[in-house]
């Protein structure tokens, strides 16, 4: 198994402290980046750096390229200036490193795989065609299913899994070839409260227990805030990286959404970020009630005081 880096910040640390100190080399350095679509610029002037062993979220409006950053960090867009290199390497060279799982899996993939086969699939690839699997790989594959909490589930097929059942069963799949860092694009959209909490107290675990480093494209920030070390936002065209203490203030995310936001602090410390009271009433809000979102604080705390279930161990890389 991968030597874990470094643990982040524990449940509730928006400062950003637990992260790994500058010594560190960085999960991730953009220098000058700018990504363009014909002649018009996605985003330019990309400058920072994130830390090993941290989460970020990368956040921002629809069409500000979120999606488009994930994918140039995995060398799968070019860049019209600057560079990034991930875990060390010019985008794209370390993919190997990487788990990823895309917004479009649970359409993408063939329902009428079998959850195992499916994370089978991480160590196999995406070939078509009929694949020999070895003890040491079926044994891997329960290992990952066994992290996620899918286990009991590996005979299913995907189509007889709920949204969140086979969201656990992609990140299974991301991290059975045991992965230094897992990306993912919009976990949580289109899941019900509770398999929202069930993937949030995953990704949780995977940094704490194995120190992972996980970056994930978010629209809505309050399910992820407990486990927040960071955010990459893009705001006007330009990508900034800041601890999360520095990203929850309410001028900047009012700037960055373009409505009135506000950042509440409970009295147990929790925050979370609503419209404001004067928001109109025929606008849809984009992030859950605050009592949900309070009582799913709460539920993190309960979590994180209790005892953890003993990880498991992907095998050695080889």
């Known amino acids: ?82 560079s990034v290199d991930v875990l060390g390497e010019p985008a794209g060279k ?60 590996a005979s299913y097929r995907l189509s007889q899994l709920s949204g969140g059942l086979r969201q656990r069963v992609a990140i299974a799949q991301a991290l059975v070839s045991d992965p230094e860092l897992l990306m993912l694009d919009e976990p949580l959209a289109n899941l019900d409260l509770a398999s929202q909490r069930a993937t949030v107290h995953v990704l949780a675990r995977l940094n704490h227990e194995l120190g992972m480093t996980i970056q994930v494209v978010a629209h809505d920030l309050n399910m992820l805030l407990p486990i927040l070390t960071g955010a990459v936002y893009l705001l006007d065209g330009h990508p900034h990286y800041a601890a999360m203490n520095d990203v929850l203030d309410a001028n900047l995310l009012t700037h960055l959404y373009g ?46 005081q209790q005892d953890a279930p003993a990880a498991a161990q992907p095998a050695e890389r080889s």
Do not use: C
């Open 94 to 153: 370390s993919n190997k490193r990487i788990g990823y799982v895309p917004q479009s899996y649970t359409s993408d993939i063939d329902s009428n795989l079998t959850a195992e086969q499916s994370v089978l699939l991480g160590l196999t690839g995406t070939r078509f065609g009929f694949h020999i699997t070895t003890k040491a790989q079926r044994s891997r594959a329960r290992e990952a299913m066994d992290f996620v909490g899918v286990a009991d589930k």
């Open 259 to 304: 409505t009135t936001v506000q950042v509440v602090t409970t009295p147990q410390g929790d925050m979370f970020v609503t419209p404001s009271a004067d928001e109109p009433a025929d606008i849809e809000q984009d992030t859950h009630a605050p009592v949900e979102v309070a009582q799913f604080h709460h539920h993190g705390h309960q979590h994180h």
């Open 1 to 82: 198994m991968a030597q874990s880096a470094p643990q982040a910040g524990e449940h509730g640390d928006h400062s950003g402290t637990g992260t790994p100190s500058a010594q560190q080399p960085a999960a991730i350095v953009f220098s000058d980046a700018a990504v363009s679509r014909g002649d018009h610029v996605i985003w330019s002037h990309g400058t920072f750096s994130i830390p090993r062993g941290s989460v970020t979220a990368i956040v921002g409006t629809n069409g500000a390229g979120k999606t488009t950053m994930m994918k140039t960090e995995l060398g799968l867009l070019p860049l019209a200036h600057g």
